[in-house]
């Protein structure tokens, strides 16, 4: 499904006979009937159904509702050693699904990293793949528990401008996600504020509400993003546990939990347009369809009380 473009209200001449008051009430009634502009775009992430064979995993989020799907590389690849890319398009091509975005990778810029030449050989891979997928989004995580300095974040500059180079050179945006608990990129705030040294138009911030609200991460800092700086979102819920020991199995469906996701959804407005992708792993073994389902529907229920149409 397409982002809706707003609709322009119909101000034209209604005779000379008309008066301005006349004119502004019509106005004023067109711009009533007038449907909310999509701020928000229901998509799943191919983790959710990890286990799914790719073409049934489609067909189950295409039956669901869903017209857009993030992919998870490592579910698309067992298709890709029978088909080929050309006709992994298709089946999203003839299912009516957008290829949002892809992921992912992990801890590439991080200054004192292990096998760095690896794990960017393996990055250029991914990318080069979406690419070829169609899918512009990328997710790049950080998730580093130890050993982190003060000089860490200076030093990670160039090798994280390095990785922007490859997102331009690709036509695709690169967002870093921030992990909950992690001493490198652990909050929204903190990884907003070196995207933004980096200054690279093609890195954003990887929203993922899960290690918004289990992490250290207030509400209060949405106020100081900047349109565009946050370029994809991940959306899910959590039960009713302490913060301190929710771990990325604890995930639910959109509603079936405690998370205040209307508050972050309103929060997210002013500066973020663009998709929601559900994204949990513990249904993963799950038959497809009835995942698929509930997912949809369960954001598609949010998504109506925040008054964004699906």
């Not at 000379?16 to 009937?33: D, H, V």
């Not at 960017?120 to 950080?142: H, I, N, P």
């Not at 921030?178 to 001493?183: D, R, T, Y």
């Not at 973020?272 to 995942?291: C, H, I, K, N, W």
Request: include cysteine.
């Amino acid at each position: 499904m397409k982002r809706r473009e707003f609709i322009r209200t119909a101000a034209g001449a209604a005779g000379a006979a008309a008066s301005p008051g006349n004119i502004g009430a019509k106005q004023a009634q067109a711009e009533s009937r007038r449907p909310a502009p999509l701020q928000f775009i229901p998509c799943i992430n191919q983790a959710t159904t990890m286990r799914a064979e790719f073409r049934a995993s489609l067909e189950a989020y295409h039956r669901a509702g869903f017209r857009a799907v993030e992919l998870w590389l490592d579910s698309v690849e067992p298709f890709l050693k029978k088909e080929s890319v050309a006709a992994a398009r298709r089946v999203m091509s003839d299912l009516g699904l957008e290829p949002a975005g892809a992921c992912c990778e992990g801890d590439v810029f991080f200054p004192r990293l292990e096998g760095r030449a690896k794990k960017l050989d393996s990055l250029k891979r991914k990318l080069d793949l979406s690419r070829e997928l169609g899918a512009r989004r990328f997710v790049l995580y950080s998730a580093i528990f130890e050993d982190v300095r003060p000089s860490d974040y200076d030093e990670a500059l160039p090798t994280l401008n390095a990785v922007g180079v490859l997102g331009r050179e690709r036509d695709i945006v690169i967002g870093i996600e921030f992990i909950k608990g992690a001493k490198f990129l652990g909050s929204l705030l903190t990884t907003v504020e070196l995207v933004r040294r980096a200054a690279h138009a093609h890195l954003g911030v990887q929203f993922d509400t899960f290690h918004f609200y289990a992490g250290v991460s207030k509400l209060e800092d949405f106020e100081k993003l900047r349109p565009g700086e946050i370029s994809f979102v991940h959306i899910n819920d959590v039960p009713a546990k302490p913060r301190e020991i929710l771990e990325d199995t604890d995930r639910v469906y959109v509603g079936d939990g405690v998370m205040p996701l209307e508050r972050i959804l309103r929060a997210l407005t002013p500066v973020y347009r663009g998709y929601l992708s559900f994204e949990v792993f513990q249904y993963a073994d799950q038959e497809p369809t009835d995942v698929a389902r509930k997912s949809y529907d369960g954001l598609s229920a949010l998504l109506t009380r925040i008054g964004n149409a699906t």
